[in-house]
């Protein structure tokens, strides 16, 4: 059989304030569009459908339709599991007739260990879980770490294989040697370590979710999809799609998504960022992060830039300083104006404009007057 692989949709979630709502959608319609095109027997959601436990009436109704359209009126089998964004509880709330409608949806670690059985292929849906959740379902108080619970996980799931059939496990965690993003939570299944790639030996597959690049673990077997849409100026430069899995030669074809939106990160001067000549090169309508390299300062410079970049995300100075340099011992004999000349030079490492000394000038003069 082939199926389709992805994870991370986090419905909900916003870019520095943007509402991604049409990104996502977008993206999930060239999902759905790849699955038909490859004729894909499964699609498999490895984790974070939503972006927070408590997701919005408007994210539920956008998640119910993309899965309503792939489910009900594509008739295209899902396979997904709850997150660490997600709330178990709330997300399972229906999974007992979704099965009806081959939708197998998994939430609770103690579902994991009874195969869904497709074709040629057992896939086993193991959710995000805490050591504690382990702990109840081993009954062995000793578990105090992800890595001996997935040990006792595996070796009880292994006990369902059968050995004329391919073995999938779906899971979403942190598996070693993998890389993160700024768009993830920085932490780990429990919070305490990263699940050893040896452990998942046993499985043919593993469909992974939770890191949002397609390349953050470089393995045959083991592969995250990535998120469909970028969440951070952090994911500018990564390529995001969906893999296609065929299970009788257990290979892998990853399959581009095309951003509606792209993130973008630019580095230059105001003056080149308005001038026509370079925004007309440019995707106006992407997501920035601009980072100037101008050291003068620049009035109302956000709202200047967004006329023409209507969607920045953020703005830093090349230029800018993290922490005022050291003081330096000055004589306090200096004209007032002299005296802050130097110190403006000190700080900013370029000397005050015109306009800068006539501003400073009258500051001056107002606090004499005051004075």
């Known amino acids: 059989m082939k199926f389709l692989h992805t994870a991370d949709w986090h419905i909900g979630k916003k870019l520095h304030g943007f509402d991604l709502h049409d990104e996502q959608d977008d993206a999930y319609r060239q999902i759905l569009d790849i699955a038909l095109a490859n004729k894909v027997d499964a699609v498999v959601i490895a984790g974070d459908l939503y972006d927070r436990s408590l997701p919005s009436e408007d994210s539920v109704k956008q998640l ?7 489910n009900l009126t594509h008739h295209l089998p899902l396979l997904a599991i709850s997150g660490n964004h997600d709330s178990a509880t709330r997300l399972h709330v229906g999974s007992e007739w979704y099965a009806q409608t081959n939708y197998y949806l998994n939430t609770e670690l103690a579902n994991a260990f009874d195969p869904v059985e497709m074709g040629d292929t057992q896939f086993f849906l193991l959710p995000y879980f805490e050591p504690w959740q382990a702990r109840n379902v081993f009954d062995d108080q000793t578990i ?8 006792l996980v595996v070796n009880r799931q292994q006990k369902a294989f059968k050995p004329s059939m391919k073995h999938v496990l779906v899971a979403h965690f942190f598996a070693a040697g993998s890389s993160q993003t700024d768009s993830e939570t920085k932490v780990v299944v429990g919070g305490l370590n990263a699940v050893p790639l040896d452990l998942l030996a046993p499985f ?13 673990l470089t393995d045959d077997k083991i ?3 990535g998120s469909p849409v970028k969440f951070s100026l952090s994911e500018a430069e990564e390529q995001k799609g969906v893999w296609i899995v065929d299970t009788e030669t257990v290979s892998t074809t990853y399959v581009p998504i095309k951003p509606l939106r792209d993130v973008i990160n630019v580095t230059a001067t105001f003056d080149e960022l308005t001038d026509p000549a370079f925004y007309k090169k440019m995707d106006r309508d992407a997501y920035y992060g601009v980072t100037l390299t101008d050291k003068a300062i620049i009035p109302d410079v956000m709202n200047r830039l967004r006329q023409v970049y209507p969607h920045i995300v953020s703005l830093d100075r090349q230029n800018g300083r993290d922490e005022l340099p050291t003081v330096q011992t ?32 009258q500051g001056l003069q107002k606090a004499e007057r005051e004075d």
């Open 64 to 70: 119910n339709h993309m899965l309503i359209d792939m």
């Open 144 to 151: 105090k770490t992800v890595e001996q619970a997935m040990t």
């Open 204 to 216: 043919d597959y593993v469909a992974l979710g939770h890191l949002h690049n397609h390349r953050a």
């Open 223 to 225: 592969k995250y999809s």
């Open 330 to 361: 000055v004589d306090p004999t200096l004209a007032p104006m002299t005296l802050f000349g130097r110190f403006f030079e000190h700080v900013n490492d370029d000397q005050m404009s015109e306009q800068q000394q006539k501003w400073a000038e």
